[in-house]
């Protein structure tokens, strides 16, 4: 390959990548076809076969540049040493982005493929959630280090007793994502079902 | 309608259906049409198209079959007293029916259709979710009277604090559903992610 059609390649994809953003945010997912995409991007069919199995896959990809563009660096969550409040700002800002009309339908988008696809979640879990979970992870293990979370907690059991229902509550639209419920969400996790005794 | 075409009627109705069931077992929902269904139902397209606007509300109709044909009746969680053991028997039923290949495919299906349209969110919300949900919430605020569950606890938050976690792994594939994970959620849930006093 010389630079030349490497750089026309690269052109190439980021147009692929970019038309699948675009469309999935104007118009309903289960509509969008290949053949949309590339017609949007301005690259023939084949294009997009010779590099993506599926739409799934060019979703999945289109992801991965976002994230690039985002500075590539592995995520972090605040830590001012208040787990509560730290854990409502991030769980409120998830929210702000299901709800943004840029960011909410393409996730939605990925997040059905990948309830279809299992090749597609597994390369989600390891590429994209995956770094995702472990900052999480982190944040909850310096908080259980200075005793503020249980000793013998399970801390992948945690972090998906945080985001689990928020995010089931958002797929399955069993019910509006305010902040208030975000907000209730995080305390009722810290704090458990069972009545705390008078010493906490 | 005489009685010998409501008859028919209701013969077509009940053989697409379970065209769609089966159908869904068999196959990957994303690659399922009319079509397919009306050709395994012994029926004309026209007449799927008559009675429904989307494969989703077909499947939506089979589900609500199959909860009929399991008696009708509304629903109710077992109340032996011990809440922690109750839930754990009440999850591990669930696990096993997401598991079960007879059911896991079609409530997958259903759950991506959930996903893609608000419409049949709301009519499942109302006619499948509903009462289920309104039977956890009557298992948990039993509990709460007898003091088992804290006062102030918002019984719908409580609801997804412990399914939430386990139907969005389901969903979102980011790990496997045994049992040892749904006792752990149940446990945590009820104990909280913060330590416990010496009293409790």
Known sequence: MTPNTARRSEASRRAVLTAALDLVQ???????SIEGIAARAGVGKQTIYRWWPSKGA????????????????????P??????????????????ELNDPRFGPPMRALSIEIAHDPELAAAYVERLDGPLREAKRQRLRRAQQVGQLAEGLDLDVAVDMIWGPVLNRWLQRTGPLTTAYTDLVVTTALTGLRPRGSSS
């Open 58 to 77: 060019v979703l999945f990809d289109a992801f991965l540049m976002l994230s690039e563009g985002a500075g590539g660096e592995a995520p972090v969550l």
């Open 26 to 32: 104007e118009a309903d997912y289960a509509k969008l």
């Open 79 to 96: 830590d001012t040493g208040d787990l509560e409040a730290d854990l409502i700002l991030v769980l409120r800002a998830t929210v702000e």
